[in-house]
């Protein structure tokens, strides 16, 4: 019998096994044992890989919530303290359960908080609950004792329970009692001793159902040696689901962990890492402490609980908490768990366990783990522990792990078991095919439809009830039984059978994939022409095996004439079918079409004309032999002729060229005249040529109109077809600056420049050199202004304006003559002023004048200074002085007060020319008007030319300073006057 792994079989396979034999459910129940101390923080964490709503409640007492938790997310529910869901009464039932349902598949979790005082634990959804249960506590501390609790599911359900140690306020050690629970009641028993080995199993005394059960200690040091105490509390897994093959992996930051091992049956041999055999009889323990990852196996069913050691063992942030292993046996593919924190625990760890070959297929939230430890003693398997953050995380792999979490804080802890399947193991139901034995765990083959299957029971295990249900509507009583499906599907198979020591029907579950074959032969047209070919395609099979000696699913024919084909089909689980299908074979017309033109701009035609038959179909709908198309992309038509029923086709392309789209793109779509812009034609067809309407070619053109005007382009592509464009550059005119002037005088800021702007559009900016932004320019000195002028289009002109200042008058005199006697003392100024309108003489001697050009007569010898100080209307003032020399004999010398250094030869040279004159003191300087030098000699002989630096000076007065004493008497004089530069 052929194999094979259907994907659906897979997906439906898994979807049951998750809604029968996980820790994922969408019934619960819970309750929480005494604590160290009250009060506690009683918490319910649900969490779901598709997203869940339902309701937290306890019906005892009334109280519900309602929650919502989103795919592969959690919450948190806190049951109020008022409702005092903390078990505090031994011996008494209470109405005291926590019931969880979802309408979607949850994992829950419980934790039982306390501050320096906590654990949690992983809850069992109803469907994974049993009737048989052993106890697994830890050795009890002074007055916290060990402890469990049983929950019923159902109504009036009767429990026995046998404790290992004597009951507080209850029966001694290993003396039966009943209790009779119902659905959500709850029922404590406590013991100063170890109630480790206790059993609670349902009985029939009234009614018999499975119920759940949570134990561990209000407080216990682990191991006993060690402080500090704290709660343990986990929910104890049924008889049933205990394996024989553990791994335990150490738990971070602790140098060594605590384990305990419990027997099931009678004559139990244990061996912890192939060491020497541990024999154990049903309820009895073993206790050991474990430093490295273990291998656990028995020859027997056992429960192994992993023990966080106290503080002081070796003096970490920690505390004890107990987890209830899973075993190989029970590895689970995928699980959303939560790492929730407490007010003092803070770190996070969970520690996984695979095959050593399939750790990477082990994801953790979405990505693959590195690090990896083998077990030393069973290199199959692998181990990683890690730390992680607080809040919610997705273990996933194909190939199964087992997984526990946890978390330290000061002086406190919690650990839990992260989720695992919890399906009857100890039971086998052998699936038997064409003498080929499968078990159900590892069956996942398709199966024929009326194949008949034999089903057989393991009886090994004492089971005994066994009955059957085929899941589709048939049913079998017996060990061994065969049965077959008549139609294709996926079914449910159901051993039930009852346990021995059990009062409860039990139950394994497996799918069957049932196939039936229907194999069909379609033609793509069972009627063809001569020559032409037909595809045959098989369906309805994995494999095909045709007449024509082709083994492919669909092949292609040629028949001359009329043919009869057959296929056979078989698919993967060899199951088989045969079809058969006739082509019928008839002569052919030849069919030529052609295209005028074949290639075409958008938006034009082109005639298509056919040949060779009587009649014409086109897939354009038309029947005649020449047709007219218009179409806007490549097109290939197809023509079918028809001749005596028999058709021929032929197909023709008509190639459409797009029309390029064209657009201009203007540097400036406004300018101002006497500006450019720059056009750019664009295409969406690469290798386009433009003309532009001024007759100008390429595809950038700079333009500098006067006017506004419109340009338009047109774009041509290779295949000829054309598109145009236009924009429009509106060109405005700038404005114009109309402007007088009013000199100023005198180094005054009296001058104006009033401006009139003309033209452009206003309003208008001004922007003056000097910094002003008004049209006019009032009360400035003499001197170059420059002025921008910008309208509101922006345009601009500019000009530069020069305010001149107006002369100034120029004070000028000659004395006749400037040195005389007092024989002769009268002196005659002739003014040489020009431009003044107001004249004041100062003699030197105290006396002064306003004439024009006075006669002075000095009454006394000496020298005198002469001032001549002259004026304007504007107020603008001139001087210009000279010394007159009164001698008492006769002694004279000349300084003329102007010279024309022109290079005409005449009038080149200012000098001194006189009598008695002593050449050895002489000295003369030359000052311009603001008192800087720019002339000195002491040689009487050389004169100024008018330079200075060696470039002449501009026209206009200077001063000069004269020294030099007389021959006859050396008397010193000291002449000071002013002489006029004229070109």
């Known amino acids: 019998m052929k194999k094979f792994l259907l994907l659906f079989a897979f997906l439906l396979n898994f979807l049951n096994l998750n809604a029968q034999y996980s820790t994922l459910g969408n019934d619960f129940w819970v309750s929480f044992m005494q604590n160290y101390n009250v009060p506690t923080n009683c918490i319910i964490y649900i969490t779901s890989p598709q997203g869940a709503t339902g309701t937290v409640s306890m019906p005892g007492s009334g109280w519900s919530q309602d929650f919502t938790v989103g795919a592969n997310a959690s919450i948190g529910i806190q049951i109020p303290a008022a409702q005092n869901p903390n078990i505090e009464n031994s011996n008494v039932v209470l109405n005291k359960g926590v019931h969880v349902v979802s309408n979607n598949p949850i994992a829950v979790y419980a934790a039982n908080q306390r501050n320096a005082s906590s654990d949690a634990t992983l809850v069992l959804p109803v469907q994974a609950l049993g009737d048989q249960y052993m106890i697994?506590?830890?050795?009890?501390?002074?007055?916290?004792?060990?402890?469990?609790?049983?929950?019923?599911?159902?109504n009036n359900t009767s429990i026995q329970i046998i404790p290992k140690a004597a009951v507080i306020g209850g029966v001694g050690a290993n003396v039966p009692f009943d209790i009779t629970l119902n659905a959500g009641e709850v029922y404590m028993v406590q013991s100063y001793g170890d109630l480790t080995g206790s059993t609670v199993k349902a009985t029939n005394l009234n009614s018999c159902n499975n119920f759940a059960v949570f134990a561990g200690n209000k407080c216990a040091n682990v191991p006993t040696t060690c402080s500090y105490c704290d709660h343990l509390y986990e929910q104890m897994l049924p008889l049933k689901t205990w394996g024989k093959n553990y791994i335990t992996s150490p738990l971070m930051t602790r140098s060594s962990d605590q384990f305990r091992i419990l027997a099931m049956e009678n004559s139990t041999s244990i061996q912890i890492n192939g060491g020497t055999p541990i024999n154990l009889n049903a309820g009895q323990y073993y206790e050991t402490s474990l430093s490295q990852a273990s291998f656990i196996t028995s020859n027997n069913p056992i429960s192994v609980a992993q023990y966080s050691q106290?503080?002081?063992?070796?003096?970490?942030?920690?505390?004890?908490?107990?987890?209830?292993?899973?075993?190989?046996?029970?590895?689970?593919?995928?699980?959303?768990f939560q790492a929730f924190s407490t007010s003092v625990i803070n770190q996070f760890y969970t520690n996984i366990i695979t095959k050593t070959a399939n750790t990477n297929l082990v994801t953790l939230d979405g990505s693959t783990l590195t690090g990896w430890s083998t077990v030393p003693s069973n290199n199959l398997f692998s181990y990683i522990r890690i730390n992680i953050d607080q809040g919610t995380h997705i273990l996933d792999s194909d190939s199964g792990f087992t997984a526990i979490v946890y978390g330290f804080g000061n002086v406190d802890s919690y650990g839990y078991l992260?989720?695992?399947?919890?399906?009857?193991?100890?039971?086998?139901?052998?699936?038997?095919i064409n003498n080929d034995t499968i078990p159900y765990s590892l069956f996942h083959d398709t199966i024929c439809n009326n194949q008949l299957i034999t089903f057989i029971a393991d009886t090994s295990s004492h089971i005994y009830n066994i009955h059957w249900d085929f899941g589709d509507g048939n049913t079998a009583n017996g060990v061994n039984i065969s049965h077959s499906y008549q139609s294709s599907g996926t079914y449910n198979l159901t051993m039930y059978f009852t346990r021995p020591e059990s009062c409860m029907?039990?139950?394994?579950?497996?799918?069957?994939?049932?196939?039936?074959?229907?194999?069909?032969?379609?033609?793509?047209?069972?009627?063809?022409?001569?020559?032409?070919?037909?595809?045959?395609?098989?369906?309805?099979?994995s494999t095909y095996s045709w007449s024509t000696g082709d083994s492919t699913a669909s092949i292609t024919v040629t028949p001359n004439a009329t043919t009869t084909y057959t296929v056979t089909g078989t698919n993967g689980v060899g199951c088989s079918n045969t079809a058969t299908v006739t082509i019928t074979v008839s002569s052919s017309p030849t069919i030529n079409v052609t295209a005028t033109p074949s290639s075409i701009c958008s938006g034009d035609t082109s005639v298509l004309t056919a040949s060779g038959a009587s009649s014409y179909s086109w897939s354009t709908g038309d029947s005649t032999a020449s047709i007219t198309v218009t179409p806007n992309a490549t097109t290939t038509y197809t023509v079918t002729g028809t001749n005596a029923g028999c058709t021929g086709t032929a197909t023709i392309s008509v190639t459409v060229n797009p029309l390029p789209t064209v657009s201009i793109d203007p540097s400036q779509l406004s300018i101002c005249i006497g500006s450019s812009t720059t056009l750019i034609a664009n295409s969406d067809i690469p290798v386009t040529s433009f003309v532009w309407s001024n007759n100008f070619t390429g595809n950038n053109i700079t333009i500098a109109p006067s006017t506004s005007t419109t340009y338009s382009v047109t774009g041509t592509t290779n295949e000829g077809c054309t598109g145009t464009a236009e924009v429009t550059i509106t060109v405005h005119p700038l404005p114009t600056i109309h402007y007088t002037t009013t000199q100023s005088h005198c180094g005054q800021s009296d001058g104006n420049i009033i401006t009139n702007v003309t033209g452009g559009i206003p309003p208008y900016v001004y922007q003056w050199s000097n910094g002003a932004n008004s049209g006019n320019l009032n009360n400035i000195s003499a001197g170059n202004y420059n002025l921008t002028v910008i309208d509101a289009n922006g345009c601009s002109s500019s000009i530069s304006i020069t305010l001149t200042e107006a002369p100034m008058p120029q004070a000028n005199f000659a004395p006749k003559p400037q040195i005389t006697t007092i024989e002769d003392p009268i002196i005659y100024f002739e003014n040489y002023s020009t431009g003044a309108s107001f004249y004041e003489w100062d003699f030197g001697d105290g006396n002064i004048s306003t004439e024009y050009s006075p006669t002075y007569s000095y009454t006394n010898p000496g020298e005198y200074h002469v001032i001549l100080l002259v004026?304007?209307?504007?107020?603008?003032?001139?001087?210009?002085?000279?010394?007159?020399?009164?001698?008492?004999?006769?002694?004279t010398f000349y300084i003329p007060n102007a010279f024309t250094p022109n290079g005409n030869d005449l009038n080149e040279l200012f000098n001194i020319k006189g009598t008695n004159i002593n050449p050895n003191t002489f000295e003369m300087r030359i000052y311009d008007r603001w008192g800087k030098q720019l002339f000195y000699t002491i040689d009487i002989n050389q004169g100024w030319d008018g330079t200075f630096n060696?470039?002449?000076?501009?026209?206009?007065?200077?001063?000069?300073v004269i020294k030099f004493a007389d021959l006859e008497k050396g008397e010193f004089h000291n002449l000071i006057g002013k002489v006029l530069v004229i070109y």
């Open 950 to 960: 060696g470039q002449l000076v501009k026209s206009d007065s200077y001063v000069y």
């Open 871 to 891: 004026s304007d209307e504007y107020g603008c003032v001139d001087t210009v002085g000279a010394n007159i020399i009164i001698k008492e004999e006769a002694s």
């Open 310 to 336: 106290g503080t002081s063992c070796d003096n970490v942030t920690s505390d004890p908490f107990m987890i209830i292993l899973s075993p190989v046996e029970q590895f689970i593919d995928n699980i959303v």
């Open 136 to 154: 697994m506590s830890y050795t009890v501390l002074s007055n916290n004792p060990s402890e469990f609790i049983i929950i019923g599911i159902e």
């Open 505 to 541: 029907e039990d139950s394994i579950s497996t799918f069957l994939n049932i196939n039936d074959i229907s194999v069909q032969i379609t033609p793509n047209n069972p009627q063809i022409c001569t020559g032409n070919s037909i595809v045959l395609n098989g369906s309805g099979a």
């Open 418 to 432: 992260a989720g695992a399947n919890v399906k009857a193991l100890q039971i086998e139901l052998s699936i038997v």
